[in-house]
């Protein structure tokens, strides 16, 4: 549009006219031409980009706190409420559009321990990040469990035998076991790991060796010190889950 003002010498109201611009806008863009060539002519870049003007970062805060009240508020009250403190500040008052993408961007884990709480947020995201082996003899996992079932013992007096179990959490496989009338003890998961390390005698039972690591809670037998300076022996790598929260941790359920 310029170039047919300046070279062709078409007058600027009509060059403007041809090119629909507004003739105060052909007059600014002139003058910067003259004064700073065709280098003034370029856009400046917005400093603030990326970033929301009508909503200054305190406000911004204040609709992510609200967002993550219980129960949880609507876009429509948050911003009700946003344009209190807004008022109160001096600041532009945001719209319902504006915060309703502020609480959009609130990341879901964020929001989940916000609304539902500590243990919703590790059911939903924690279990993800799990580690999941990728091969045998990898982790392997141990627990007990007492055994829905009276037995009759040689004392003449009846009883609910222990279970303790040794699985492989790759291939879900039953590595060793132990059965016994006396309540878990360090002695009683050595055996059973012992068992599981061993070859087995029955052709069908394969899996044995020596399991990288050894995932368990944190029951006394398993954190004494027996049990502890058999795996270092072995270079097994004891994992104890969280106390309380036994997340990946497998059960062994009692036969039915």
């Not at 310029?2 to 109201?13: D, K, M, N, P, Q």
């Not at 052909?26 to 980009?49: F, Y």
């Not at 719209?95 to 539902?116: E, N, Q, W």
Request: charged share 25%; net charge positive; hydrophobic share 40%.
């Amino acid at each position: 549009m310029l170039r047919r003002h300046i070279e062709a010498g078409v007058s600027l109201t009509e060059a403007a006219a041809a090119h629909s611009i507004p003739l105060r806008t052909a007059q600014r863009w002139l003058e910067r031409c003259r004064a700073e060539g065709l280098v003034g002519l370029a856009r400046n870049g917005r400093t603030d980009r990326g970033s929301r003007r009508s909503l200054s970062g305190y406000c911004r805060q204040v609709a992510e706190g609200l967002a993550l009240q219980q129960p949880p508020l609507s876009v429509s009250a948050i911003q009700r409420e946003v344009a209190r403190w807004a008022r109160s500040a001096g600041e532009r008052v945001p719209s319902r559009a504006t915060v309703s993408r502020i609480v959009a961007a609130i990341a879901p884990a964020l929001l989940t321990m916000g609304r539902k709480g500590e243990k919703a947020y590790r059911d939903a995201f924690e279990l993800v990040a799990r580690r999941e082996p990728v091969a045998s003899n990898e982790i392997w996992q141990a627990d007990h469990t007492q055994i829905d079932l009276v037995v009759k013992r040689d004392c003449d007096r009846d009883g609910r035998p222990w279970l303790t179990i040794i699985t492989d959490e790759h291939s879900r496989a039953i590595a060793g076991f132990s059965l016994a009338f006396e309540a878990p003890s360090a002695l009683r998961t050595a055996l059973a790991l012992r068992q599981a390390i061993w070859r087995k005698s029955e052709p069908e039972w394969i899996i044995c060796g020596i399991p990288q690591s050894l995932y368990s809670d944190n029951g006394s037998d398993f954190t004494a010190d027996h049990l502890r300076q058999v795996c270092a022996d072995l270079k097994i790598r004891v994992v104890h889950s969280t106390p309380g929260i036994p997340r990946g941790r497998g059960k062994v359920a009692a036969p039915t």
